[in-house]
């Protein structure tokens, strides 16, 4: 489908979700300019998927305003897909005109978290991502769509995967692109990250199943790797670690793109994404939202130059 | 050898070296009285082996002076083994006046680290632990050996693994109760840090090997998690990842124990240890230290309990 999708088992598809995930989280709002400027440092990093944004309402989300301005300012460049997180039918129609061709809807596997984050039931939710993916595939667009608390529920604890399952394979029946399992708030652990990977796995194959990982307990490199060892190729991070949790203020947020990028690497897993370049653009992005950036590879990178070590 | 060794292969042994490799990389230096409350604590969390300090001459590591006295003033618990790191002979003839059975040698793997850490060639070195074994038999006492630097050095790049086990060998003709392998500088990556596992495992079996892992960039838990995947049943880590790397002033430095519990405790490997107790004992020394620790799981059960947040 992609292009990435052709490389082979030895490479890795990332898709950078800082510009949506990771600002959305951050209490300082970056203007347009700044926005566009992080998405195109991403891209000269060697990114090929940039979520640059969310179409969702301004006053729930203001760090997420006037997505179409960022949208139209961005430099399209062949070869990287630019996804825009659309919360609801409004939100289609806003990435519609905004000119963007990759759109991703959002639910949670869990109740209590679909109806006080998206303020509906979750049936609710899939008749209207069911309506979406019709206009998308109607229009030729191309669809992905996240399952939110797969490994766990701020306010359910754990969550039945059978029931994660469920609503995974009623998801692929809308054929999207890919379906991102999200450990939205950190909770998940190797053993359970790896046994869930690989039942997603007989579901939607390598090609479409999407890990999205949060590092709040620090167990997110631990997770990626029993991940890929199970088999998962494509996963979301933000740079930086941008994004905190938003149930565990001053924890981590998303994977750090530098840290996975690192671990991958090691791994003999090519991504094709440079980290001197993140380093550098994680830099300017931790002065731009003002707050200490949580990727440990990018703090490891940023004492070493501050103090001119022996490289090792 | 130890009670430790007899539980089998669904638990873990960890050694708490956080009053002597976190406190003696720790700017400001710890009072006597501070330094026994720490082992204390880590005693009471249910850590069964801590390195409670060394021998080293005050001039190089005021950190660790007194050495005497916190072994003097710690209350010894049955089951609870204590452990004193040596440089040299000298070292040893301290801490038996302290009235120490448990004693620990270093030596790195590369020359370049080993003659600027310790002021040896390796042959020399090796020399002075032979010394040292036969003195430690002589008297019933108990060895355990370090090879620093074994996944790499800041010095000299990459470490070539069969010189390392070379080391082990000559090491282990010593009769030592383990040695330890020091990925110091925290460069070694999961795939190096499992090869290199799987060969020592087979000069030295589960009993004897212990790794000893730092955090600098963040690959600890990944690089722990495929150790216990080969066989290792034995690490090393300093509570609240107190440590940072000299080499690498603001990175990390060991891996944390409560990251290291938390992990191991998700695989369903046993470690004895209370992780509450851990915290408590991380927010305490955080305050002592007077510098932010690095522990992941540390920094998020802080951020939880400040914020009363949903338990997941």
């Keep these: 489908m992609s292009e990435q999708g052709q490389r082979g088992t030895a490479s890795i598809r990332i898709t950078e979700v800082g510009p949506r995930d990771g600002l959305q989280n951050e209490r300082r709002v970056l203007d347009v300019s700044q926005r566009v400027e992080l998405v195109e440092r991403l891209a000269d990093a060697g990114l090929k998927e940039i979520e640059i944004g969310s179409f969702v309402h301004p006053r729930w989300v203001p760090q997420m305003s006037d997505t179409e301005a960022v949208a139209a300012r961005v430099r399209r460049r062949p070869g990287v897909i630019y996804w825009g997180l659309i919360p609801n039918m409004r939100g289609l129609e806003r990435a519609i005109d905004a000119g963007l061709t990759h759109v991703a809807t959002v639910m949670s596997a869990s109740e209590t978290h ?129 994004g905190g949790c938003p149930y565990a203020p001053g924890a981590s947020g998303n994977v750090g793109t530098e840290d996975l990028v690192n671990l991958l690497e090691g791994l003999g897993l090519a991504t094709g994404v440079a980290l001197d370049r993140l380093v550098t653009t994680s830099r300017w992005l931790e002065q731009s939202v003002g707050v200490r950036l949580s990727s440990r590879y990018y703090r490891y990178a940023l004492a070493r130059s501050f103090y001119g070590t022996a490289s090792a």
Tied chains: 1, 2.
């Design 114 to 242: 679909n109806r006080k984050n998206i303020n509906r039931t979750r049936e609710q939710s899939l008749a209207e991502i069911r309506a979406i993916a019709e206009q998308v595939a109607a229009r030729g667009m191309v669809l992905r769509t996240y399952v939110s608390t797969a490994f766990g529920c701020p306010f359910e604890g754990a969550v039945d995967f059978e029931q994660v399952l469920s609503l995974v394979r009623a998801l692929a029946d809308l054929d999207p692109e890919g379906i991102s399992l999200g450990d939205t708030i950190g909770v998940g652990q190797p053993e359970r990250i790896e046994a869930g990977c690989r039942r997603a796995l007989e579901v939607l194959g390598a090609d479409r199943l999407v890990l999205h990982l949060h590092d709040t307990q620090g167990l997110a490199l631990a997770n990626a790797l029993v991940a890929v060892q199970a088999g998962v190729r494509r996963l979301d991070s933000s740079v930086g670690g941008t």
